[in-house]
């Protein structure tokens, strides 16, 4: 597995299942993100009962927060690609852009909780995101 990055601007890869994360650099440093996931199950029951306790345990070793704010069923692709077909989608907050990649680049994260994310999710889409004003 590698995972290469350093803070937005850089490519991150990782290779399993072809994921590939990019942190562009019109991303702010600071202020709130929010990562939207969209999520198609391997095992649907890992997924949630292993891997978010997993993931929630390693945001707290490290002394950071990231707050899942929402984690749903999909009920259908309204308007989609073909084949596009998803499980869930999950979105969970972090206080920027870096404490997103410090979790996602700890060593406990790759030890502990990304072996369960892989075994729980047949397909991940990844999108970074920020609220802004209507």
Do not use: P
């Given at each position: 597995m590698n995972?290469?990055?350093a803070g937005p601007g850089d490519l991150c890869v990782m290779e399993n299942k072809k994921t590939v994360v990019k942190i562009p650099d019109n991303v702010p440093g600071t202020g709130p993100v929010l990562m939207v996931n969209l999520l198609k199950f391997a095992d649907r029951r890992l997924y949630l009962e292993e891997y978010l306790p997993?993931?929630?345990?390693?945001?707290?070793t490290l002394g950071l927060e990231a707050n899942v704010k929402l984690v749903t069923n999909v009920l259908a692709s309204v308007v989609a690609d073909e084949g596009e077909d998803w499980d869930a989608i999950a979105i969970v907050e972090y206080a920027s852009a870096e404490t997103f990649l410090?979790?996602?680049?700890s060593a406990a994260y790759h030890e502990i909780a990304e072996p369960l994310r892989l075994a729980g999710t047949a397909k991940l889409k990844l999108y970074m995101t920020r609220q802004f004003e209507l």
């Open positions: 995972f290469f990055a997993a993931f929630n345990r390693v945001v707290k410090t979790v996602a680049q």
